[in-house]
């Protein structure tokens, strides 16, 4: 129904900056908000960030805020996750999301791309 694609993931060390993008084709118009998730190898995928599409509202992990920045572009179905000072703990997949209109359930997971920060 809608298809997701994450890119922009890589190796970066400690202190460095990478920005990831998520571009949304399909039912895109079934989805009203979209944002990011991450899993460390071994532990639970957990929330990262979100947008809606419309409503104005952002939300973040306490583990990122400051530090990372999610926005959005809705003529080109894209979401984007600047992420600075990135740190250690914060090497994961990262997986796009995107939550169903209807439902409010986020339905939809892009195949995922890996940040790994090094020293």
């Known amino acids: 129904q809608v298809q997701l694609v994450e890119s922009g993931g890589g190796l970066v060390q400690a202190g460095g900056s990478l920005r990831l993008s998520c571009s949304a084709s399909?039912?895109?118009?079934?989805?009203?908000?979209m944002g990011w998730f991450r899993q460390a190898p071994g532990k639970e995928r957990k929330f990262v960030a979100f947008?809606?599409?419309?409503?104005?509202?952002?939300a973040y992990a306490d583990s990122v805020k400051g530090r990372f920045t999610i926005s959005r572009d809705n003529a080109k179905n894209t979401v984007y996750l600047q992420m600075n000072s990135l740190k250690h703990e914060d090497t994961a997949v990262y997986y796009c999301?995107?939550?169903?209109?209807?439902?409010?359930?986020?339905?939809?997971w892009g195949q995922g791309t890996q940040v790994t920060v090094s020293s």
């Open positions: 399909g039912r895109t118009f079934s989805t009203d908000a």
């Open positions: 999301a995107a939550r169903d209109a209807v439902t409010s359930k986020v339905d939809y």
């Open positions: 947008t809606s599409w419309s409503g104005g509202s952002i």
